[in-house]
């Protein structure tokens, strides 16, 4: 056999080695992969006050899982209830009401400090730019309609809890507290948090395609 001949065949030998290997290979990336990381999603529930006043911010959640470590995302955030104060305006001589709603979109980040079957335990923590708005009425009468930006930070320690393979409830406190170095809006959203959530696992239902 010629030198040609030999220098194609080991060539193709290989090539052929080369496309085996990789084929071998390529599932096993992929289920490397989807096991380091997962999809996902909750909702939640979160008990707070505004200037002593209850409120109920509903939430949700949607981000990527690595691993058995963290969590990340985007998140949005809305105060069911609007607050009504009441307070008598001394410069005006008259009784006044302001109206409060709150919304906020946010980014977040848990750390998983345990996790088993059934459990988890983690920290998370989320940023985000929200935008409270202030309604003042005298009298039943509508004198201002005020929008504030505000840059909110919220730290909690949660519990997660998986009922059956896709879907769980989960409880936390936390604190909720602004960015913003403005004194009389600190004094209005700064305050303790309490968190019922239901959780959901796609993941459960990815496997069943």
Excluded at 14 to 40: D, G, H
């Amino acid at each position: 056999m010629s030198n040609v001949s030999m220098r194609y065949f080991h060539e193709s030998i290989s090539s052929l080695i080369y496309c085996r290997v990789f084929i071998f290979l390529m599932p096993s990336f992929s289920q490397e992969t989807s096991n380091k990381w997962k999809f996902a999603f909750q909702l939640d529930n979160r008990f707070s006050s505004i200037r002593g006043k209850e409120v109920t911010v509903f939430g949700g959640k949607v981000g990527v899982q690595y691993r058995k470590l963290t969590r990340f995302g985007l998140g949005g955030s809305i105060v069911m209830n609007p607050v009504y104060i009441e307070y008598f305006n001394r410069k005006v001589n008259a009784q006044e009401t302001n109206k409060i709603s709150f919304w906020y979109v946010s980014i977040f980040n848990d750390w998983i400090l345990y996790k088993n079957k059934k459990w988890e335990c983690f920290a998370t923590e989320q940023v985000g730019f929200g935008r409270p708005n202030f309604t003042k009425e005298i009298n039943n009468d509508v004198v201002s309609d005020v929008d504030v930006a505000v840059y909110v930070n919220e730290i909690s320690g949660q519990v997660n809890y998986k009922i059956v393979p896709w879907i769980g409830v989960g409880a936390g406190i936390g604190h909720r507290n602004l960015l913003n170095k403005k004194s009389v809006l600190n004094t209005t959203f700064d305050a303790p948090i309490y968190i019922a959530k239901i959780i959901l696992y796609p993941d459960f239902f990815f496997k069943k395609l």
